[in-house]
């Protein structure tokens, strides 16, 4: 296993892509591609949340992806800066896809919390002139699933405030700007397939934020899959005790299943997948 660190630049900002990628052997699979997952912390947009990186990476890691952590600008840079470095990340993947063992039509972006706001931004504006107008080729920055866990989305009625008007600063009462970032109003027919997850009794940002993207997926018959799980308080990762602190705080048991219920459902929502042990053409 290799582990890299890249300085990753967009026309907005500049950020950090951190990566756990698994070698071939030449006795096994010497041209195995794997799909790739890029995964966005959460942490309000004034701090990214340790918990929700390397963990979830190895996680990601130890069902055949390609991981890789992205640590995006923060307050006080505004949206779209951290979705054009997300951007920026797709491409790079894309770019170095054979020296990093990847499929290029098999890359995931992923967050939780407000980086599920950053990771649902590029899937319902890789094709729009947000970022195509920086030079961004939609081709080289679309994302071919989403994986998005007590995700930010909406401005509206059951938003999180905190997450929104650091998202937008000065522009927080701005009704265009608060529409540009309620997602479930940017979803098409080119939002790509998601995987969905929240926790009945999340205090923090209600499970209606992820309803509200499923039932728009919906509307536009685009593919997801959404959980609803009983109880987990805000942060809880992957619920286990290697995310939560010392004093149990962030165990969540009902949770701790969704990384394979993710992983079995990317494997099989279609043909824009490859299987992740298919040996490579």
């Given at each position: 296993?290799?582990?890299?660190k890249?300085?990753?630049?967009?026309?907005?900002?500049?950020a950090?892509?951190?990566?756990?990628v698994?070698?071939n052997y030449?006795?096994v699979?010497?041209?195995?591609?794997r799909?790739?997952?890029?995964?966005?912390?959460?942490g309000?947009?004034?701090?990214l949340s340790p918990?929700?990186?390397e963990?979830?990476?190895?996680?990601?890691?130890s069902?055949g992806?390609?991981?890789?952590?992205?640590?995006?600008?923060?307050d006080?840079?505004?949206?779209?800066v951290a979705?054009?470095?997300?951007?920026?990340?797709v491409?790079y993947l894309?770019q170095?896809a054979?020296?990093l063992?990847i499929?290029?039509?098999?890359?995931?972006v992923?967050?939780?919390?407000a980086?599920?706001?950053?990771?649902?931004?590029?899937g319902v504006?890789?094709?729009?002139?947000?970022l195509?107008?920086?030079g961004?080729?939609?081709?080289?920055?679309?994302?071919?699933?989403?994986l998005?866990?007590y995700?930010?989305?909406?401005?509206?009625?059951?938003a999180?405030?905190?997450?929104i008007?650091s998202?937008?600063g000065?522009d927080?009462?701005n009704?265009?700007?608060?529409?540009?970032v309620?997602?479930?109003?940017?979803?098409?027919?080119?939002?790509?397939?998601?995987?969905l997850w929240?926790?009945?009794?999340?205090?923090?940002?209600?499970?209606?934020?992820?309803?509200?993207?499923?039932?728009a997926?919906k509307?536009?018959?685009?593919?997801f899959?959404l959980?609803v799980?009983?109880?987990?308080?805000?942060?809880s990762?992957?619920?286990?005790?290697?995310?939560?602190?010392?004093d149990?705080?962030?165990?969540a048991?009902?949770i701790?299943?969704?990384?394979e219920?993710?992983?079995?459902?990317?494997q099989?929502?279609g043909?824009t997948f490859?299987?992740f042990?298919?040996?490579s053409k």
């Amino acid at each position: 296993m290799r582990l890299i660190k890249e300085n990753i630049s967009s026309p907005l900002g500049q950020a950090v892509l951190k990566g756990y990628v698994l070698d071939n052997y030449d006795n096994v699979d010497p041209d195995r591609k794997r799909p790739a997952i890029i995964i966005c912390p959460g942490g309000g947009f004034d701090h990214l949340s340790p918990r929700e990186g390397e963990p979830v990476a190895v996680r990601m890691l130890s069902h055949g992806f390609q991981a890789f952590i992205l640590e995006y600008s923060l307050d006080p840079a505004r949206f779209p800066v951290a979705v054009s470095e997300l951007a920026a990340a797709v491409k790079y993947l894309r770019q170095h896809a054979q020296s990093l063992h990847i499929a290029s039509d098999a890359i995931w972006v992923a967050g939780m919390s407000a980086g599920g706001h950053v990771a649902a931004s590029l899937g319902v504006y890789w094709h729009n002139p947000l970022l195509n107008d920086l030079g961004f080729d939609p081709q080289q920055i679309q994302p071919n699933g989403l994986l998005l866990g007590y995700p930010v989305i909406t401005s509206g009625q059951f938003a999180h405030r905190y997450s929104i008007n650091s998202l937008l600063g000065d522009d927080s009462n701005n009704p265009q700007a608060l529409k540009s970032v309620s997602l479930e109003e940017q979803v098409s027919k080119f939002t790509p397939p998601t995987f969905l997850w929240s926790t009945a009794d999340d205090q923090s940002v209600p499970c209606e934020n992820a309803i509200l993207f499923a039932n728009a997926m919906k509307a536009h018959h685009r593919p997801f899959q959404l959980h609803v799980f009983p109880s987990g308080r805000h942060g809880s990762s992957l619920g286990t005790a290697e995310t939560a602190l010392p004093d149990g705080k962030y165990r969540a048991a009902s949770i701790v299943s969704w990384p394979e219920m993710f992983t079995d459902w990317a494997q099989n929502i279609g043909h824009t997948f490859l299987n992740f042990h298919q040996q490579s053409k």
